[in-house]
T-cell receptor, first 112, second 113 residues
Framework: GQQLNQSPQSMFIQEGEDVSMNCTSS?????WLWYKQDPGEGPVLLIA?????ELTSNGRLTAQFGITRKDSFLNISASIPSDVGIYFC????????????FGKGTKLTVNP | KAGVTQTPRYLIKTRGQQVTLSCSPI?????VSWYQQTPGQGLQFLFE???????NKGNFPGRFSGRQFSNSRSEMNVSTLELGDSALYLC????????????FGQGTRLTVV
């Protein structure tokens, strides 16, 4: 089945630093999504990308849908302690009629 | 608007038993999807229900089943529990089938001993 390779697996950074994480796939997706999961909670949608090459921001978060449709990245600028959590990418095909495929997550730790 | 509600939050079961988990979607949402989350495998899609019909299914054995009621509430059942079934089970609701704007519940943490 389809798989997403998400990297890095974990990151330890200082407050104020910028963060970058990415996802790659061997197959094409029509939609890329980025979620954040806090401990003890379900994932929350951060950014949705629907067009190849699209660059979308949500506050300090910026995500891009790769031109090849096989990758996406998420940047967090000026990290703060509440950015701690696990970030997941997810891809979807076929105009939304197919299931979401998730990456295995990037665990972010921010040291104050 | 109330969010997605999953009950119970925590559950401990013994191998061989069966378990039923419940998910109430956001009011007006008709699609409910179920996921299994484990440290090793990440989020794995189990199945999706829309208008009381299963619309999509992941690669899980037949021990995992689900249903959806006319009020869109959904239940999933796991029979003959195995140790490897220990996981966080998440449900997500959305207005339409496999809509990308899905909202997740807090999950049910199942521990099989």
């Amino acid at each position: 089945g389809q798989q997403l390779n998400q990297s890095p697996q974990s990151m330890f950074i200082q407050e104020g630093e910028d963060v970058s994480m990415n996802c790659t796939s061997s197959s094409i997706f029509n939609t890329w999504l980025w979620y954040k999961q806090d401990p003890g909670e379900g994932p929350v949608l951060l950014i949705a990308l629907y067009k190849a090459g699209e660059l979308t921001s949500n506050g300090r978060l910026t995500a891009q849908f790769g031109i090849t449709r096989k990758d996406s990245f998420l940047n967090i600028s000026a990290s703060i302690p509440s950015d701690v959590g696990i970030y997941f990418c997810a891809g979807q095909n076929q105009g939304g009629s197919e299931k979401l495929v998730f990456g295995k997550g990037t665990k972010l730790t921010v040291n104050p | 608007k109330a969010g997605v509600t999953q009950t119970p939050r925590y559950l401990i079961k013994t191998r061989g038993q069966q378990v039923t988990l419940s998910c109430s979607p956001i009011s007006g949402h008709r699609s409910v999807s179920w996921y299994q989350q484990t440290p090793g495998q990440g989020l794995q899609f189990l199945f999706e229900y829309f208008s009381e019909t299963q619309r999509n299914k992941g690669n899980f054995p037949g021990r995992f089943s689900g249903r959806q009621f006319s009020n869109s509430r959904s239940e999933m059942n796991v029979s003959t529990l195995e140790l490897g079934d220990s996981a966080l089970y998440l449900c997500a609701s959305s207005p339409q089938v496999m809509n990308t704007e899905a909202f997740f519940g807090q999950g049910t943490r199942l521990t099989v001993v």
